[in-house]
């Protein structure tokens, strides 16, 4: 790369361009790609986003597909835009950087390495291992809001605990749903067929969408305003959409690289319901 690179115009598309494709589309037509170092990308991330570090860009074009269009982005917009000019060098026609960077992310995020949460499917190979796995998440999940609703004083609070609990069994019903119109022969060979899902666990072993214990999640909630716990939600909702939308890239089957996408989205879509319901009760409780 030459030094002029640096200096060159290169094609740029607003954060908020990014933003409205990421939440009208269930799965955007671009391929979003995070240029910063690990540390970075630990601490905040925009949910989907694969990270390729500025340093290992030239090495990893294989990653990435030409026939679709590549958003980078960084920090503040500088490392992108180099990015840019790597990837316009190696042949890519429809490459474009963040202004901005993540700071004009007015968005939700996602936070933890590449590898976060991925652990949990390391080991499942049929689409209904990853249902299974999935279902469990969402039990966790459910469940937490199960206790807050019991354990909260204020019948108003604990009505809204109990519909957030609703949402999570409305996505356990879908996966379920799923579970069953898969052919005969997948599910005769799946340990949790007969059930067909494991049986509840305890809370201390439970697993929420953000992959914490049930038990830490309640405690760490007792006392603090639904406000708060509602930003949590959000936060969860955010983490789990950006593991499903990583897992369906390293997925080479379509069926479950779908199958993952229609995950994330239903994720973003509970993000924006619970986000919508935050605002209706900031201040209020």
């Known amino acids: 790369m030459s030094i002029f690179d640096f200096f060159s115009e290169v094609p740029t598309i607003t954060a908020d361009a990014v933003r409205m494709a990421m939440t009208e589309n269930g799965e955007p037509e671009f391929q979003l790609d995070d240029v910063r170092q690990l540390s970075e990308y630990a601490e905040k991330h925009i949910p989907g986003a694969q990270l390729i570090q500025l340093g290992d860009l030239q090495e990893s074009t294989a990653e990435l597909d030409k026939s679709r269009p590549v958003i980078l982005y960084c920090a503040s917009g500088n490392r992108s835009r180099t990015a840019v000019s790597i990837l316009m060098n190696e042949g890519f026609t429809r490459v474009y950087s963040m202004d901005g960077g993540i700071r004009a992310w007015d968005g939700f995020t996602a936070g933890g390495p590449p590898e976060f949460g991925m652990i949990l499917f390391s080991s499942a190979v049929s689409t209904a291992d990853h ?56 599910r005769s060979n799946h340990s949790w067929a007969a059930l067909p899902f494991p049986p509840p666990l305890d809370d201390s072993e439970a697993l929420l969408e953000n992959i914490i214990h049930v038990s830490e999640a309640v405690q760490w909630c007792a006392g603090r305003p639904l406000s708060d716990v509602l930003e949590y939600a959000m936060a969860m909702e955010a983490q789990l959409m950006d593991l499903y939308t990583r897992i369906s890239h390293t997925r080479a089957d379509s069926e479950l690289s779908n199958f993952f996408l229609s995950m994330a989205a239903e994720e973003k879509f509970h993000y924006t319901k619970f986000a919508k319901l935050r605002e209706a009760v900031s201040g209020a409780y």
């Open 131 to 186: 249902i299974a796995v999935s279902w469990v998440l969402e039990e966790g999940t459910r469940r937490f809001y199960e206790i807050l609703a019991e354990t909260v004083s204020d019948s108003s609070v604990a009505s809204v605990y109990r519909m957030l609990s609703a949402v999570e069994q409305k996505h356990k019903d879908m996966l379920a749903d799923a579970y069953r119109r898969l052919e005969t022969a997948e």
